[in-house]
C-alpha cells in the first residue's frame, strides 16, 4: 500500500519539490532494524499513537471547555460547569473526554513499559546515553502536563491537588515563595491558577510533539538496540521496517486500543484510579477531602515526598528521585548491556520495578504508619538501585553473550 501510494503523481510531484521519498525509505520503510525485537519494543509506536490521540482528543475539549473558576447562576464555577456541559450538551462530548482522561492514565503506562523495557535491556547505555537523556525530559514534560490537566475540571481533587504540590515550593529556601506564587498566579490557588494550567497544558503536549522528533533522531542515529543487547551487523542481522514491523506495531495499536476501549466505554475512572471519585465534586476551598493523592501514575513520587518528616527534605528527594534518572546511564559502568545476561542486575532491576509499584501503591492509599514504613524502604530500595550501580560490574560474574542475533 506504501509502495503503490508513493507511486501516485500527487506524490511524485511532492517529492521531486521536497525529497520526501527519500526520507520516507531512510527512516521508515527501509529503516534497517534488529529482526530479533520482542513486543517490548512496540511501545515506542504505542506512546506515539496516544500522544496523537491525547493532542486530538485535546483540541476538541478546548473548544468547549472555559478555564474559569468565576461562579455560574446554577451555583457551579464555570469550569466544572462546562466540563458538565461537555459530558452531558455536546455531541459525543463524554466520549472525547473520556479518551482524554483514559488516554493520560494509557500514555504513562506505555511510557512507563518503555521505559521498563529500556532499563532491562540496558538501552540507556552506550552509545544510547542522549536518547535515553531525551527520553527523560520527555517524561517530566508529561507529568507537569497530566498535572495541569488534573486541575482544569476544578473539582474537590483537581483543586486541593494543585493546593498540596504548588505550597510545596514553600519549601525551598529562597527563591521557592516566589516560584510558587510566579506558578499560582497570586497567593493561592485560584482563577489566575486555572488560566495559567490551561495555558501551559495546551502548550506542554506541543512540545513533546517537538521532542519527541528529536528523540526519534536521536534514535535513528545510534540504532535500535534488541533484546541480547548486542552490538549488530546491520547489512546482515537487520530488516527493513515495512513491512514486518508496521504490521507487528499495527497488531500492537489493535491490541492496544482493545483495552482503551474497554476503559472509555465500559469503566473510565477505574475504580477512581483514573478520575479520582472527589473529581465529580465541585472544588470546595473552604472543604478539604478526607484524603487528598495525585493520580496514580504520579503516586510513586509522592510517596518519596512523604517518606521524609522534613519538608524540605521530601521535596528534595523527590526532586532528586527524578534528576537521578539522568545520570543513569553514567552511573552503570558494565560492558554488558541486556539484563538476560548480567545476573545480579536482572535481580536488581526486578527489585527496582517491584520497589515502583509498592512505592505507587502507597501513595494513593491512605497513609497508616505501617505503608509509612513500607513506602520508607521502598524508597530506599529506589535510591539503592542506582547508587550501587557504579559498583555491580566489579563483582558481577555476567554471562556469555551471543556472537550475534
Ligand atoms: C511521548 C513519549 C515517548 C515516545 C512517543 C517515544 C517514542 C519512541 C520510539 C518510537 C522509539 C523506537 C521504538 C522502540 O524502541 O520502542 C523509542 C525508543 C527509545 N526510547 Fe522512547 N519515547 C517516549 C518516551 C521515552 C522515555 C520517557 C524514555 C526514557 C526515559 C525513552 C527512552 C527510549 C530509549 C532508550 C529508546 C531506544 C530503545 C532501544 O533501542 O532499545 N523514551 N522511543
Not at 54 to 63: E, H, K, N, S, V
Not at 144 to 149: D, E, K, L, M, N
Not at 230 to 248: G, L, S
Not at 356 to 368: D, E, K, M, R
Amino acid at each position: 500500500m506504501i509502495d503503490k501510494l508513493m507511486n501516485t503523481a500527487v506524490f511524485k510531484w511532492i517529492d521531486d519539490r521536497s525529497n520526501i521519498g527519500s526520507i520516507i525509505r531512510e527512516h521508515v520503510t527501509e529503516y534497517p532494524t534488529p529482526r530479533n525485537l520482542n513486543y517490548m519494543w512496540n511501545f515506542g509506536s504505542l506512546a506515539i499513537t496516544v500522544l496523537v490521540l491525547q493532542i486530538l482528543t485535546g483540541i476538541f475539549l478546548a473548544m468547549y471547555y472555559k478555564p474559569s473558576a468565576a461562579m455560574t447562576i446554577g451555583g457551579y464555577t464555570v469550569a466544572f460547569d462546562s466540563v458538565e456541559r461537555i459530558m452531558r450538551d455536546v455531541n459525543f462530548g463524554w466520549l472525547i473526554r473520556y479518551m482524554h482522561a483514559v488516554g493520560a492514565s494509557a500514555f504513562f503506562v506505555v511510557v512507563y513499559m518503555h521505559m521498563g523495557r529500556g532499563l532491562y535491556y540496558g538501552s540507556y547505555k552506550n552509545p544510547r546515553e542522549l536518547l535515553w537523556i531525551i527520553g527523560v525530559v520527555i517524561l517530566l514534560i508529561m507529568q507537569g502536563a497530566a498535572f495541569f490537566g488534573y486541575l482544569l475540571p476544578w473539582g474537590q481533587m483537581s483543586f486541593w491537588g494543585a493546593v498540596v504540590i504548588t505550597n510545596l515550593f514553600g519549601a525551598i529556601p529562597v527563591l521557592g515563595d516566589f516560584i510558587g506564587q510566579l506558578l499560582v498566579g497570586g497567593f493561592a490557588v485560584g482563577d489566575p491558577t486555572l488560566n495559567r494550567f490551561f495555558s501551559l497544558h495546551y502548550l506542554f503536549p506541543l512540545l513533546l510533539a517537538a521532542i519527541v522528533g528529536g528523540h526519534i533522531h536521536a534514535l535513528h542515529v545510534v540504532h535500535s538496540n534488541n533484546p541480547e543487547g548486542i552490538d549488530i551487523d546491520h547489512d546482515k542481522e537487520t530488516i527493513p521496517f515495512h513491512p514486518y514491523y508496521t504490521i507487528k506495531d499495527a497488531f500492537g495499536v489493535c491490541v492496544f486500543l482493545l483495552a482503551y476501549c474497554y476503559f472509555v466505554f465500559y469503566n473510565p475512572s477505574a475504580g477512581g484510579y483514573f478520575i479520582e471519585v472527589d473529581n465529580y465534586v465541585p472544588a470546595n476551598n473552604l472543604q478539604t477531602p478526607a484524603h487528598i493523592a495525585p493520580v496514580w501514575y504520579l503516586t510513586p513520587w509522592y510517596t518519596i515526598l512523604r517518606s521524609f518528616e522534613s519538608k524540605l527534605l521530601g521535596v528534595i528527594m523527590m526532586g532528586a528521585s527524578l534528576a537521578i534518572l539522568f545520570v543513569l546511564p553514567f552511573l552503570d559502568r558494565s560492558k554488558v548491556r541486556s539484563a538476560r545476561y548480567r545476573p545480579v542486575y536482572r535481580q536488581m532491576v526486578i527489585l527496582f520495578f517491584v520497589a515502583v509499584l509498592t512505592l505507587g501503591y502507597c501513595g494513593h492509599a491512605s497513609a497508616t504508619p505501617v505503608l509509612k514504613v513500607v513506602g520508607q524502604i521502598a524508597t530506599a530500595v529506589y535510591f539503592g538501585f542506582f547508587l550501587l550501580l557504579p559498583f555491580v560490574h566489579k563483582f558481577e560474574k555476567t554471562k556469555p553473550e551471543p556472537e550475534g542475533i
